[in-house]
């Protein structure tokens, strides 16, 4: 594998995570992971675009993709997501499946 396609690799490993933390009923940790993926989306989207990328937080890449000019709107939103603040119960406060979204960013932002 060449050094170009890592990013791929840690995306779906963060998927896989997900996807089993959720078949775990671990939705929260779901969440992260997805989380997580999106980050890794959005480094490489900031790669490809000769962004300055050096936090590697997903929180804070995602907060970045937001203020970036000229945005998507659709990509606005689906930023917004992964920065929604759960609820005291643990709960995501809107209806959204968060590991679809990651699979719709990698889509939008790098037609993978």
């Known amino acids: 594998m060449n050094s170009q396609d890592r990013w791929k690799?840690?995306?779906?490993k963060e998927i896989q995570k997900a996807i089993n933390a959720r078949y775990l009923n671990n939705e929260g940790m779901a969440r992260v992971c997805a989380r997580r993926a999106a980050g890794i989306i959005i480094g490489e989207y900031f790669h490809r675009q000769g962004i300055a990328d050096q936090d590697q937080s997903?929180?804070?890449?995602?907060?970045?993709l937001q203020n970036l000019p000229n945005t998507d709107e659709q990509v606005h939103i689906v930023a917004g997501y992964f920065l929604t603040r759960i609820t005291p119960d643990h709960e995501l406060?809107?209806?959204?499946?968060?590991?679809?979204e990651a699979c719709w960013l990698s889509e939008k932002l790098l037609g993978e």
């Open 93 to 100: 406060p809107i209806e959204v499946d968060l590991l679809a």
């Open 58 to 64: 997903a929180y804070n890449r995602l907060q970045k």
């Open 9 to 12: 690799l840690r995306f779906q």
